[in-house]
């Protein structure tokens, strides 16, 4: 799930951060976990990013069978197994702080599963552009969430949304492709808004469904959104996307 750079944050990933963590987010996992409510809306975050990164590796390695070179099969290879590597840092987070991964992860499944069924890209550009794009607006929900989250974990969540690369790749191929045949581009732009759509829709449906989670973001746990916060952050993620839409030769 994540893009630009190999820093932790991706060039067009919205500005998330304060400049000085106060309250919850200037703790460690120790004490704000004393806090049984956190505590559980932090295993859905994990589990739900763990399951992520696992869904991204299978697809990653299913999209590699798309690929018109040898090359190409080889760097998706390469990406997929990045995306394997943070889902093991968070199942076995998971672990440590004594909860089963497996367990943590189920939740979601079929939120994710039921997302990747609408969303099967029918050629290779039109799955770089999901992984892309869609992997990218993930991405910067969960971003803007792991500002407010203790220390230990926000760190952790940062680190398994750094760069796998893909998002170099994927605009490199992209522009190419439209560079060739432009009518590429029309077709591919609607694919991203559908993408974004969905995904929005996607991340909505997982959070009304875990009580932890939604009381965490609206603010009833740790340092949360409240209502303008909320649309702030929803107008971050969209500035996000068409930056990148734009990175990649299309249009918003």
Partial sequence: MRFMTSSDKPANAPETA???????????WATASADPQYRAAVVDLLGALAYG????????????????TLADKAELAKMAS??????ERLRDRLAEIGEEPTRAM??????????HKQTAPSDWLEGLVKAYVGD???SDFYREVAARLDSDSRDLVLAVLDDTGH???AVEKVRAAIDADPRVGGRLALWARRLMGEALSQSQRVVADRDALSTMLVGGVADGFDLAEVG???????????KRMAALGLAA
């Fill in 232 to 242: 702030k952050m929803f107008s971050r993620i969209t500035e996000a996307h068409t």
């Fill in 136 to 138: 990218s607006i993930a």
């Fill in 82 to 87: 990045a995306e394997f590597h943070h889902f």
């Fill in 53 to 68: 990164e696992l869904a991204a590796f299978e697809r990653l390695a299913e999209d590699a069978k798309l690929a018109p």
């Fill in 167 to 169: 998002g170099g790749f």
């Fill in 106 to 115: 189920e939740p979601f499944v079929a939120a994710y599963d039921g997302f």
């Fill in 18 to 28: 304060p400049a000085e963590h106060t309250g919850v987010a200037a703790q460690d």
